[in-house]
């Protein structure tokens, strides 16, 4: 009996260190990032970088590249179609 629970202590031991170095890890980068996330000064530093970026679209002559233009039209077409059906149906 006492081979039996060393034994379970150990692969329990084993199986701990095998989650710890697998997804432990990636639980603990993705935690990090909520960490960052929930602090004022960095959402205000996020803020910023998406308003640098905005300021750079808008200096340049096309945003888009031509398939990204297509790509979108099209996009925007399907919606527009399904939300005149949505409202001739009602």
Request: hydrophobic share 40%.
């Amino acid at each position: 009996m006492k081979i039996f629970i060393y034994k379970t202590i150990i692969i329990i031991f084993f199986i701990f260190l095998l989650f710890e170095f697998t997804i432990g890890k990636r639980l603990d980068s993705y935690n990090d990032k909520l960490e960052n996330l929930s602090s004022k000064q960095e959402r205000e530093k996020i803020i910023n970088k998406i308003k640098n970026e905005i300021e750079n679209a808008n200096k340049k002559e096309n945003i888009l590249t031509e398939s990204e233009q297509k790509l979108l039209s099209t996009f925007i077409k399907k919606i527009s179609n399904e939300l005149n059906l949505n409202e001739k149906s009602e």
